[in-house]
């Protein structure tokens, strides 16, 4: 099992930035894909970023790409999102997210494991 705690959500003016982190435990991290999704309120849960379990592969939503970057300290057992250029529309709870190696990053069905969210307000 994968224990996942986001961290460093709050408050933050348009154009501003934040990091986001996510302590996992165990002492497997580096064979589980780390991902990170977002949900706005009446909105479903949706794809952010990704990034592979040596940290050698990332991905991300169109949304986010350029602004957002995804990475992970597996001596840690740590995986980071830093969010730059920060838009009223990026206002969600975020959720860190672990799953097998080899999936497809973007299908929230194929993380086994999810942290409680860190709220994310962006003011315009």
């Known amino acids: 099992q994968v224990q996942l705690v986001e961290s460093g959500g709050g408050l933050v003016q348009a154009g501003g930035s934040l990091r986001l982190s996510c302590a996992a435990s165990g002492r497997t991290f580096s064979r589980y894909t780390m991902g990170w999704f977002r949900q706005a309120p009446g909105k479903e849960r949706a794809f952010v970023s990704a990034i592979s379990g040596s940290g050698g592969s990332t991905n991300y939503a169109d949304s986010v790409k350029g602004r957002f970057t995804i990475s992970r300290d597996n001596a840690k057992n740590t995986v980071y999102l830093q969010m730059n250029s920060l838009e009223p529309e990026d206002t969600a709870v975020y959720y860190c997210?672990?799953?097998?190696?080899?999936?497809?990053?973007?299908?929230?069905?194929?993380?086994?494991?999810w942290g409680q969210g860190t709220q994310v307000t962006v003011s315009s």
């Open positions: 997210a672990a799953g097998r190696l080899y999936i497809n990053y973007g299908d929230l069905r194929n993380y086994d494991y």
